[in-house]
Nanobody
Framework: QVQLVESGGGLVQPGGSLRLSCAAS????????MGWYRQSPGKQRDLVAT???????NLADSVKGRFTISRDNAKNTVYLQMNGLKPEDTAVYYC???????????WGQGTQVTVSS
């Protein structure tokens, strides 16, 4: 199995910044892609950003220009730099990883991000 541990969430003022981290461990072998999703109460889990092993990125329109996703393959870690945070960014942020061996997806436990005055 693959374990994912997120960190870096918290409470920030509108316009503030946070940096989320997610480290993968366990029976990894190779991770093809990692990403971030978020979910607010009463809403579905939506994609925020993804990045492949080679560094190709994809971001949701709502976060383009504000968020940046990056990864350190040697450390099996993905990051999400969140700038210009808005109240609507408030959600539980979940890390995901796709194992290259079989294409299976794994999920972290989530980290709370709250943007409020």
């Amino acid at each position: 199995q693959v374990q994912l541990v997120e960190s870096g969430g918290g409470l920030v003022q509108p316009g503030g910044s946070l940096r989320l981290s997610c480290a993968a461990s366990g029976s990894i072998f190779s991770i093809e892609a990692m990403g971030w999703y978020r979910q607010s109460p009463g809403k579905q889990r939506d994609l925020v950003a993804t990045i492949t092993r080679r560094g190709s990125t994809n971001l949701a329109d709502s976060v383009k220009g504000r968020f940046t996703i990056s990864r350190d393959n040697a450390k099996n870690t993905v990051y999400l730099q969140m700038n210009g945070l808005k109240p609507e960014d408030t959600a539980v942020y979940y890390c995901s990883a796709q194992r290259a061996l079989d294409g299976r997806n794994y999920w972290g436990q989530g980290t709370q991000v709250t943007v409020s005055s």
